[in-house]
């Protein structure tokens, strides 16, 4: 499936497996899952390698995935972005970084921050196995977001991934505002697709927007987000499950569809190209239409398309949940 972890990284993932009683892996996992789906932070549940382990199994694939997706889309809206350096910050064993070089293999550079030692003697065990130079040279730094004097290098290319959740609310605007600071390019923030990971991703766009960011997607606009509770604004990427995430998750599919929110913000100068509308949930395909839940400069709208309208039912009949959907254009 697309997004499914690079062969490298889920070779080097499975070899820290070896040996490991799948009794106690499955064990981990689950708790892990529980936990992270409660809206707990990784510090309660993450505190050796056995449950870093763990989460290779249970949440690695899936953040991969949902980041991966997040690094197409800004990839859409802006060609012209060639990320040189990359600060990968709440790393975690380097998902974002994993990400980041199969999106912009031009990458020379890369930093991976996180207040987890575990995480990151790991991160780096599983970097020096990429044949990417950016990845197998990377670095790591120990340090605490939420400490005002913590040192962050700039970076092209800054991505929050799955971390937000777990710092102080109060304290969530003040860190996004610092990290922009030290962004020369893209600032990519992505949540678990829950309404409390959306609230966030919400008041980060507000925050980056008044400190002159230019979004780049998911929102078609920078005005002010239309969307009311209870709905909030949630992507999904499917993807492959693993035989121990299976056994982990007593799954019965093998594959399972993580949901996330996200937003991209540039510097003004990236060349980006503009979208009329996204879509906002699955489209309803009938015999007689297709229908569009969107959201657009105006605020939120639905699209009908008659199929006797043949051009644009036949342009538009593949469009899926997430795309962008041009008026008059093709989605993309
Ligand atoms: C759910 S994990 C996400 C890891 C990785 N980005 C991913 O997507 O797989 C959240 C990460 O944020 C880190 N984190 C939490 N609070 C932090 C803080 N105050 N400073 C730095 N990192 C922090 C945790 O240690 C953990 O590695």
């Not at 003040?174 to 990971?197: K, Q």
Request: glycine share 6%; net charge neutral.
């Amino acid at each position: 499936m697309p997004n499914d972890l690079p062969d490298a990284l889920r070779s080097r993932a499975e070899s820290l497996l070896e040996g490991v009683s799948r009794k106690d892996l499955a064990q981990r996992s689950a708790q892990l899952s529980d936990h992270y789906r409660a809206g707990g932070a990784s510090r309660a549940v993450v505190s050796s390698k056995a449950d870093v382990t763990a989460y290779l199994v249970s949440r690695l694939p899936a953040t991969f995935a949902a980041v991966a997706a997040v690094f197409d889309e800004v990839r859409r809206r802006s060609e012209a972005f060639a990320p040189r350096s990359v600060l990968d910050v709440g790393a975690g064993p380097g998902t974002a970084s994993w990400a980041a070089v199969e999106a912009w293999p031009e990458i020379e550079t890369l930093s991976m921050m996180d207040s987890n030692r575990e995480f990151l003697d790991i991160a780096a065990e599983l970097a020096s196995g990429s044949a990417h130079a950016a990845l197998s040279n990377s670095t790591r730094i120990l340090g605490d977001l939420t400490h005002p004097d913590t040192q962050l290098p700039a970076a092209d290319l800054v991505i929050v991934g799955f971390a937000l959740a777990e710092l102080p609310e109060q304290q969530v605007a003040a860190i996004v505002s610092a990290l922009w600071n030290r962004c020369g390019g893209v600032l990519v923030l992505v949540e678990p697709g829950t309404p409390a990971g959306f609230a966030r991703i919400r008041s980060a766009r507000a925050a980056l927007i008044e400190a002159g960011a230019t979004v780049l997607a998911p929102c078609p606009h920078a005005a002010a987000c239309p969307i009311e509770a209870p709905d909030w604004c949630h992507f999904v990427q499917r993807l492959a499950r693993s035989r121990d995430h299976m056994i982990a998750k007593s799954a019965t599919v093998p594959f399972e569809d993580e949901k996330f929110s996200y937003v991209a913000v540039g510097r003004d100068a990236l060349p980006a190209s503009a979208i009329d509308a996204r879509i906002l949930a699955p489209p309803k395909v009938t015999k007689a239409e297709l229908r569009f839940k969107l959201c657009t400069a105006e605020g939120i709208a639905e699209k009908t398309i008659p199929r006797r309208d043949r051009q644009a039912y036949a342009r538009l009949r593949k469009a899926r949940w997430g795309e962008s959907l041009p008026t008059k254009g093709k989605p993309d």
